[in-house]
Structures are given as C-alpha cells and as structure tokens.
C-alpha cells in the first residue's frame, strides 16, 4: 500500500483553480467547522497562527477524508521542521520567505526521502505511516509532496525566472503583504508599484510549470489576481471574519 495520494497536488497538476482559506485559530475544532465551507485547501498556519506540532497534528487528523486539503506553512524552511510535520502527516506545504534558487532546490531535498532528499527516515512511528500500517511510505511518499514557495521580497521576484526552474516545487505563492513592506509600502499592497510587480509575478508564475498562488480578502482583488493567473487563491482568513462579524455585530447593537 503506497503513501496517499495528495489530492491537492494532483488537483494543481489538472491545472483546477483551488479556492483557499487561512485557518489561524490553531485550533482543531475550529478548522473542522471551516472545512465545512466547503473550501479547496486550508492554510494551517504555523507562520502568524500560534500553532505548534501537536495542533498542527490535531487539525491534520479532522480534516483526514474531507474536501478541504491541509496546506501547512512553517514559520522558516527547516529541515528538522519539515521532517516532524511531514511525520505528522503533512503533505503539501507553504514555505515563506524564499529569496533563491539554491534556497528552493534545499527544500526541495529537506521534503524528500534519500536519494533525492534529506529527510530523516523515521516512518516506523510515524503517523503518516499509520504508524506503519502504510508498508510502501517511504519508498512512494516522495512523489506525494507538494512544495509551495513563498516568494515575498524584492530579492525573491529577482531570483524568480531561477526559482521557477527548480524541480521538485509545485507552486510559487507571492506574499503581497510582505513584498509591499520590503518594497516601502509596509501595510499597503495596494500601490500601484507593488500591484505591477504582483501581475508581472503571477503572469510568469503561471506562464512556468508551476501553480501560482496568492492571497487577497478584498474581492476585487482576488478577482483581478485571478485574472493575472493565480491557481491556488486564498480568499479568507477565518479569524478575520469572526472577528469582523463580531465587531459588526456588537456595533449594530450598541448604535442600533
Ligand atoms: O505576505 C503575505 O501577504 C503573506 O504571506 C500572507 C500573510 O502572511 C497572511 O497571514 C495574511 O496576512
């Protein structure tokens, strides 16, 4: 019996345009109740979310079967950070912060098993084993990875055409909140000069072998990132609309 197959990637590979959410309460029942919207992909982020390894794994284990595929950021791409969430079960992750070909090319090989990788071989405890139940893992579970890039700097969209050639990353993710800040607009991606570098970014992206991802929560925006190219879009982050539904709510209240 081989690894599973990661649904998320074969959906990128199809070229199918995948509708995302950020899931930040780091909280396993508040990423089940979010899964039921239906979403194509969440962001279990361990980046801004106070997340750590046990809820990761917690949010892993509820969204096991469901539409809604788990995409995991780590805070930085280290290798004895991808080996414990890939153990846990993870298969596609979001890395942020990537500035380099040589960069990518070493997370490719941490996401990977030897020969192609580094990856420790820990399978016999491991849940995404099944804690062996899964004989064929490490011999099948390298193809079943799925490496999303964040590509969020100025260093980044200059190193980009390379990044773009490396094997093994299947999707190239621009961080416009970071990429405004390192271009002077810290707060602002919205700027006419971080806008252009966006399209430029997602058109290259999409015109590569690889998926473009982006997020925006104005529609409009997503709707014109769609346009540049963007296959995996994230549209919401679930603790801004409890907390903007909430606020509104106590507003309409207070001054009604
Ligand atoms: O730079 C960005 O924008 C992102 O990487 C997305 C943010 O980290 C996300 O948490 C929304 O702020």
């Given at each position: ?16 345009m995948l509708y995302g959410c950020w ?14 919207a239906g979403f194509d992909w969440l962001v ?169 991802g982006i997020l925006s929560l104005d529609h409009d925006t997503a709707l014109?990132y769609r346009?540049?190219?963007a296959?995996f879009l994230a549209v919401g982050i679930d603790?801004v609309m ?15």
């Amino acid at each position: 019996m081989p690894a599973p197959e990661n649904r998320f990637k074969s959906a990128l590979a199809r070229g199918d345009m995948l509708y995302g959410c950020w899931a930040g309460f780091a909280d396993a029942y508040a990423t089940e109740m979010l899964a039921t919207a239906g979403f194509d992909w969440l962001v279990i982020d361990g980046e801004h979310a106070p997340n750590d390894l046990p809820s990761i794994m917690r949010q892993l284990q509820v969204l096991e079967g469901r539409h809604s595929a788990p995409v995991v950021r780590l805070p930085m791409g280290e290798p004895w950070a991808i080996k414990q969430v890939l153990d846990a079960g993870a298969q596609t992750l979001l890395i942020p912060m990537v500035d380099s070909a040589d960069q990518a090319r070493a997370l490719v090989r941490a996401t990977r098993y030897p020969p192609e990788g580094i990856r420790g071989s820990g399978a016999a405890l491991a849940r995404a084993t099944q804690f062996s139940a899964i004989p064929d893992y490490i011999s099948t579970a390298n193809a079943q990875i799925c490496l999303l890039v964040q590509v969020e700097t100025r260093a980044g969209i200059d190193a980009l055409d390379d990044i773009l050639k490396v094997e093994g990353v299947d999707g190239v993710f621009i961080g416009p909140s970071d990429l405004a800040a390192d271009m002077g607009y810290l707060g602002d991606s919205d700027q006419p000069e971080v806008r252009a570098v966006i399209r430029d970014a997602l058109t290259r992206i999409a015109a590569s072998d690889k998926a473009a991802g982006i997020l925006s929560l104005d529609h409009d925006t997503a709707l014109s990132y769609r346009d540049w190219g963007a296959q995996f879009l994230a549209v919401g982050i679930d603790v801004v609309m409890l907390a903007q539904t909430a606020r509104a709510t106590m507003a309409r209240w207070r001054d009604g």
